[in-house]
């Protein structure tokens, strides 16, 4: 009974119900989006250094997992010491470097020859290597996202760039140049970001950490197959801030309006609460109705928030291929529970103002 | 006895535990008044101001009674519905119902009173917009918490004459047809007593005979005992007994012999 009772009300007042829903969607997409984009930028992210095919990774003192945080501190002759060290079998330097002209993109200095040795090399699509100074290479899904071509010109780092080929994605950053020529651009001269070594035996890399850290003290060293599981926003100071404080305005937008819909939904019904109490309705019962009907608003902007969700994905994918959205469905748990959450507690006060209503008062209401 | 609800039959509903309800009451069959006040008083306060909307009512009901209540206006005719129904509390004096005494009992208590022996029946109708007829009943027999009576809710309809009319909201009925679902809704958890106020005071003269004729029908044929509030002394013959309230206190018939 309570559920038709319910169901004929929502379908009563269409207006205030469509609002509600499409308030609650609002709130799940902008959670799961939040949380997809993040998530899909890290984790693109981890994979891209993974499939460098490193086994350690060298950072100077404190740095950050976030490669690109960190500046480029190291002298490129410490690659040479760590060449020597035993089960090393090769060393590639990285100076990395944002550009922040036309976009924001992270781009890595390499050495052509060590870079192929500890990744195994590019696969090209199109194009040849790194050869002349002004020569850059590009992944497929920059390529396909800002619709460029071999032999374009690529403007980056204030400084126009040839393109000189087409690379499988996946090798760390989306832009290559040679090292010396982004040493030249950000005024780095014999610096590097990062070292990556390559073992001669896999199973060595234990041994091989603690021979770096023996010869660097401080500096951070890490095996990349570790990689993936460090990288969660709350490693990156300030992101889990970020998510949480967009995660927490989403709820209010719900709270928000399930309070000022279920509030007016009270007045405007208030003699109906007075028939219900005639009727002999305890305070619970009317404060299960308006929970209830609060419950299946919810569910409903939770199905079209998640519908919503995947669709605005859909649509970012068009627009920016090279994005990452993970839409994972432990979020999607946790933003449907969020938005319930929030809807119960944005109806507790109207609910509790309905069952403490007088009945005398409330048949009289006009 | 504060909140505690006393009742001569089991109470299987599920919210009646949340009052610690017992075991109700019941008056005899028919020697003991089925409602009696003694001495009622309810003082509104208005502002600073108090007024007395009943002065100290003395009044006996007895089952099978079909009373009807006659007075000016602002007398503290719904008012004295209100308070032997268990709506409002009283400020002073004595209510029993079946019973159990209104004025001593705390919300919750007269919440289960007026689920399980009263039924309300109001000028406006009072059906919720939302609902048909059908779920109109229905919800009372929810709320009751005995579930779905079909022979019950068969026989009410039938007999109110709207058995093809359950399907339509409120807003698709006639004033009478509203009326009428209403006092099927009033009567289908078989209360012990029914409280009209101004049942008539939204219909034609048609609609007005209708339904009285029902209330009627229902106190001869079922012996329900029915207290009406009426400003037409045409609706008031209907009773088996009329008594008349002025400035909130019942001036004869209080008493019936």
Redesign the interface.
């Known amino acids: 009974?309570?559920r038709?009772?319910i169901m004929?009300?929502v379908?009563?007042r269409p207006v205030r119900t469509f609002i509600t829903v499409i308030a609650v969607a609002v709130e799940v997409t902008l959670i799961l989006m939040v949380v997809g984009l993040t998530s899909g930028m890290l984790s693109d992210t981890a994979k891209r250094i993974e499939g460098i095919g490193a086994d350690i990774m060298v950072q100077p003192p404190s740095a950050s997992i976030f490669m690109a945080l960190s500046g480029a501190p190291m002298p490129i002759e410490i690659g040479q010491r760590l060449a020597q060290l035993k089960y090393v079998r090769t060393v590639a330097p990285v100076l990395l470097q944002f550009n922040s002209t036309n976009s924001l993109d992270l781009i890595y200095g390499i050495d052509p020859e060590s870079f192929r040795e500890v990744s195994g090399g590019f696969v090209f699509h199109e194009g040849h290597e790194l050869q002349n100074p002004d020569d850059i290479l590009v992944d497929d899904w920059y390529a396909k996202g800002r619709k460029v071509k071999v032999g374009d010109t690529l403007h980056v780092l204030g400084h126009d760039f040839h393109i000189a080929a087409i690379v499988e994605h996946g090798k760390g950053a989306r832009l290559f140049v040679l090292m010396s020529t982004l040493q030249e651009l950000a005024g780095a001269h014999d610096k590097a970001s990062v070292f990556f070594v390559k073992c001669n035996q896999p199973e060595q890399t234990e041994k091989v950490m603690s021979a770096i850290s023996g010869l660097l003290p401080h500096y951070e060293v890490r095996p990349l197959r570790d990689y993936l599981s460090l990288m969660t926003s709350s490693n990156l100071p300030g992101l889990q801030t970020v998510i949480r404080s967009m995660i927490t305005m989403a709820a209010a937008i719900g709270f928000l309006v399930i309070l000022l819909s279920m509030y007016t939904t009270i007045i405007e019904r208030t003699?109906?609460i007075?028939?219900?109490?005639?009727?002999?309705?305890?305070?619970?019962?009317i404060v299960r109705v308006i929970l209830s009907e609060t419950t299946a608003m919810c569910v409903a902007g939770i199905v079209f928030g998640i519908a919503m969700s995947f669709g605005a994905r859909a649509l970012f994918l068009a627009v920016f291929p090279t994005l990452t959205i993970l839409i994972a469905p432990w979020w999607i748990v946790r933003a449907a529970a969020l938005a319930i959450l929030g809807g119960w507690l944005g109806a507790t006060y109207p609910a509790w103002i309905a069952s403490r209503k007088?009945?005398?008062e409330a048949?009289a209401y006009e | 006895m504060s909140d505690t609800v006393h009742s001569g039959i089991d109470i299987c509903d599920h919210?009646a535990r949340?009052y610690s309800a017992e075991t109700l009451v019941s008056a005899g069959e028919t020697l003991e008044p089925i409602l009696k006040s003694t001495n009622l008083w309810k003082i509104y306060q208005v502002g600073r101001v108090e007024v007395a909307a009943l002065r100290g009512v003395d009044l006996e009901i007895f089952p099978g009674d079909f009373v009807s209540i006659m007075g000016p206006s602002g007398c503290g005719k719904s008012t004295l519905l209100?308070v032997i129904?268990g709506?409002?509390r009283a400020t002073r004096g004595k209510v029993l119902l079946d019973g159990n005494d209104l004025a001593s009992m705390g919300?919750?208590s007269r919440?289960?009173?007026?689920?399980?022996k009263?039924g309300?029946v109001?000028q406006r109708f009072?059906?919720?917009?939302?609902?048909d007829a059908r779920?109109n009943i229905?919800?009372?027999q929810?709320?009751?918490g005995d579930g779905?009576d079909p022979h019950r809710f068969e026989v009410v309809t039938r007999m109110l004459g709207i058995s093809d009319r359950l399907q339509h909201r409120p807003s698709e009925l006639s004033g009478g047809e509203q009326q009428r679902v209403a006092l099927a809704?009033a009567i289908i958890n078989e209360p012990k007593i029914v409280l009209a106020d101004e049942p008539t005071g939204n219909l034609d003269t048609k609609n007005s005979e209708n339904v009285l004729g029902f209330l009627r029908q229902l106190n001869k044929d079922l012996g329900q005992t029915i207290v009406m509030i009426t400003h037409n002394p045409e609706a008031a013959a209907y009773g088996n007994r009329v008594l008349h309230m002025r400035d909130g206190i019942v001036v004869d018939g209080a008493s019936a012999n």
Request: proline fraction near 3%; charged fraction near 20%; charge should be positive.
């Open positions: 009974m309570i038709q009772m004929r009300n379908m009563f003699r109906e007075g028939v219900l109490k005639s009727l002999g309705a305890s305070r619970a019962y007088d009945p005398v048949l | 919210d949340e209100h129904g709506l409002a919300d919750g919440t289960l009173l007026r689920r399980h009263v309300f109001f009072n059906l919720l917009p939302t609902l779920g229905a919800l009372a929810h709320i009751h779905f809704r």
